[in-house]
């Protein structure tokens, strides 16, 4: 049971790695200054 839980741990945290490799690497490439404008309003849905 052990033994199991030590690959459902270390699958989980693969998973949350990747994604924010995926986040990081991917969808935010374009480094900015985020401005005070832009942090403030929420985005357009």
Known sequence: MANEMLWLWGGFN???LAMLA???GV???KAHVVSLR???IPPPR
């Open 38 to 40: 832009e942090a403030a």
């Open 14 to 16: 693969l998973f949350v």
């Open 27 to 29: 969808f935010h490439r």
């Open 22 to 24: 995926l986040d990081l």
